[in-house]
């Protein structure tokens, strides 16, 4: 089947230790995007890829990084320097950059303990 | 500042009856507004797609309207369903000062739909 797939769907992390989040996508879709989401907010941008070795930083990159190697493959990874990391993180993905509808993936929620 | 804001908040209807969310935006310069519905705990989905030009755009019992002189949408939900319990969220693209295109989110309506 086409689509999103995020993993893991639930993550515990220690305070200190880094945590990668997998995104991959059969959509043939050139943009990804990750992002944040918390109780009464809007979606937050962490970051974004147009294309394949390409990406951009949102307005939320502080304390994240990702990686865009294949175009299929966008992880995201949350490091110890991001000072509250406890969210639920969708990532998404569209034909061209935010225009285009965006389709998303199950999410991660992510819990540091 | 580009803008996205939903009401209501939060939305209590028995299961049957109809119902509409509204999205008022300051976006612009504004390309399309979409609608998505997010079940808890999982990605969003979503229901229709405007472009300015289009006045109305229907998907099942969902029926979205946009009024892009007074930017506001509208999406309203006929004959409601228990499972049409979720958060509903507009989201609006447009475009930077840079000339680049952004989507712009809306922190939702959540629905409850009661038997």
């Known amino acids: 089947d086409g689509g999103i797939t995020q993993s893991p769907k639930y993550l515990f992390r220690k305070e200190g230790q880094n945590v990668t989040l997998s995104c991959e996508q059969n959509l043939n879709h050139d943009a990804m995007y990750w992002y944040r989401q918390d109780p009464g907010q809007g979606l937050r941008l962490i970051y974004y890829?147009?294309?394949?070795?390409?990406?951009q930083k949102g307005d939320i990159a502080e304390g994240y990084s990702v990686s865009r190697e294949k175009k299929e493959s966008f992880p995201l990874t949350v490091t110890s320097a991001q000072k509250n990391p406890t969210a639920f993180y969708l990532c998404?993905?569209?034909?061209?950059?935010?225009?285009?509808?965006?389709?998303f993936g199950q999410g991660t929620r992510l819990t540091v303990v | 500042k580009n803008q996205v804001e939903q009401s209501p908040q939060s939305l209590i209807i028995l299961e049957g009856k109809n119902c509409t969310l509204q999205c008022n935006y300051t976006v612009s310069p504004f390309s399309n507004l979409r609608w998505y519905k997010q079940d808890t705990g999982r990605g969003p989905v979503s229901l229709t797609i405007m472009t300015f030009s289009e006045n109305t755009k229907s998907n099942g019992r969902y029926t979205a309207t946009l009024d892009a002189d007074t930017k506001q949408s509208s999406l309203h939900i006929t004959a409601s369903q228990l499972s049409d319990s979720a958060s509903y969220i507009c989201v609006v693209s447009g475009t930077t000062t840079s000339g680049t295109y952004k989507y712009i989110f809306g922190t939702g309506t959540r629905l409850k739909v009661l038997a």
């Open positions: 998404a993905s569209s034909f061209s950059p935010m225009n285009t509808e965006a389709f």
């Open positions: 890829s147009q294309i394949v070795n390409d990406f």
